[in-house]
């Protein structure tokens, strides 16, 4: 169940038979309805038009539009409702995987790709990753930690970028297509060689 905050404002006449029909509508990556889930965050009616809040736990703005459409279908069948309007949002849950480490500052989620063989596509994996969940609406970082052979700022066709320091500590991010990033090849150009002691 999810810790976000619900707000049901409806007769208990109409809160049953809406809550039934939006816990059928079963997610398809949750695996269960939308209730027993805790996406439901908001029920309210003005006049006819239900007004209906939810919260994924995961990016899926792809999504919106066929759920909107099925559950104002589905809920079209009760009387007392003519028309949904319908929000959505996602708060995905955080994770730690090693409870005495501190969390990075404004990092929800860390995804590592890696691999001990060069040349099996951790940075196309990376970079595919990024862009598709930032397609559904997640704000995304990349970090490619390869120092040898740094490949991300060409996939993303950024290869000309040079960060500045604005403090001396900290170093500005690339923007493209969506994705803030970061790499040691933003420091090097052409075949210049890195060298690390």
């Known amino acids: 169940m999810s810790s976000t905050q619900m707000d049901y404002r409806l007769n208990d006449d109409l809160l049953g038979p809406v809550l039934a029909i939006l816990d059928a509508y079963i997610d398809p990556y949750l695996a269960t309805g939308l209730v027993s889930a805790g996406c439901v965050t908001k029920l309210a009616l003005d ?33 007392a409702i003519d028309e949904v309007e319908c929000e959505i949002d996602f708060q995905p849950k955080v994770y730690s995987a090693i409870a005495s480490i501190a969390p990075i500052a404004n990092v929800k989620q860390v995804i590592a790709v890696a691999s001990g063989k060069g040349g099996v596509g951790k940075s196309t994996t990376a970079v595919n990753l990024a862009l598709a969940l930032a397609a559904e ?19 993303l066709g950024i290869p000309n970028f ?36």
């Open 47 to 79: 006049g006819k038009r239900l007004q209906l809040g939810l919260v994924y736990p995961y990016p899926c703005m792809s999504q919106y539009r066929d759920t909107v459409m099925a559950l104002t279908n589905k809920l079209a069948v009760l009387d």
């Open 137 to 155: 609406g997640a704000q995304v970082g990349i970090l490619d930690a390869d120092i040898y052979g740094p490949s991300v700022p060409l996939m």
């Open 162 to 197: 040079r960060p500045v320091s604005p403090d001396g500590k900290h170093m500005t991010a690339a923007s493209a297509h969506g994705i803030a990033a970061q790499s040691i090849g933003f420091m090097l150009s052409g075949d210049e060689a890195a060298v690390w002691r």
